[in-house]
């Protein structure tokens, strides 16, 4: 069954400092993957995806994502984390049928001054 | 921006009574979805909806779940006879049509039964 693993459940960085979070997807063929962020009282805010193409995908709010299909990785990266940027990150994949979002746990960004 | 919008924030119910949570997807969006996070764990899909009818649902939307669009704007879920592990934060999502593979989320209902 496709899986989505995100293996950080909490992370802090200091405000200024690089971000790289974590995510390894289980799927058999060419996934679609998103990061999602959700700050406290929001929705699910899509930050970028990847269907196909160009494995590095840039963002909005300056994140940036690598599609490596040899490590079945999508890490999401920030070169200079803001206070602002703390919230809950979750990695996603479309499930076969291109129907329904299969999640990962999510990760939750502190961000210390 | 339009965004989709749910109601209630945070429904407290007792076990066995039915609640049911409001959504209004984005205007021109024409597939619409329940997922549901309990507290802790990952999020997951429920249910998708298109043209009328559910196109897909989980093995979590069981006989107790229903979907409905009540007219040209919300979208409802409803849970006949709620139990204590149906405590969750339910969210709502839409998109504009198949091939884009984008979902919208709204903010979230929490349901505590208690």
């Known amino acids: 069954a496709q899986s989505v693993t995100q293996p950080d459940i909490h992370i802090t960085v200091s405000e200024g400092a690089s971000l790289e979070l974590r995510c390894n997807y289980s799927y058999g063929a060419t996934p679609y993957l998103f990061w999602y962020v959700q700050s406290p009282g929001q929705g699910l805010q899509l930050l970028l995806k990847?269907?196909?193409?160009?494995?590095l995908v840039q963002g909005i709010k300056g994140f940036e994502a690598e599609f490596k299909r040899s490590q079945s990785s999508f890490n999401l990266r920030k070169p200079s984390v803001h206070w602002s940027d703390a919230a809950e990150y979750f990695c996603?994949?479309?499930?076969?049928?291109?129907?329904?979002?299969?999640f990962g746990k999510g990760t939750t960004l502190s961000v210390s001054s | 921006e339009p965004e989709v919008t749910q109601t209630p924030s945070h429904q407290v119910t007792q076990m066995g009574q039915e609640v049911i949570l409001r959504c209004v997807p984005i205007?021109?969006?024409?597939?619409f979805y329940w997922y549901r996070q309990i507290l802790g764990q990952k999020v997951e899909f429920l249910v998708s909806f298109y043209n009328n009818e559910i196109s897909e649902k989980s093995e979590i939307f069981d006989d107790q779940f229903s979907v409905e669009r009540p007219d040209g704007s919300n979208f409802t879920l409803k849970i006949r006879s709620t139990k204590l592990e149906d405590s969750a934060m339910y969210f709502c999502?839409?998109?504009?049509?198949?091939?884009?593979?984008?979902?919208?989320f709204g903010p979230g209902t929490r349901l505590t039964v208690t």
């Open positions: 996603a994949a479309l499930n076969q049928a291109g129907t329904a979002l299969i």
């Open positions: 999502a839409s998109s504009r049509d198949r091939s884009s593979y984008e979902q919208y």
């Open positions: 990847y269907f196909s193409g160009d494995t």
């Open positions: 205007s021109n969006h024409l597939y």
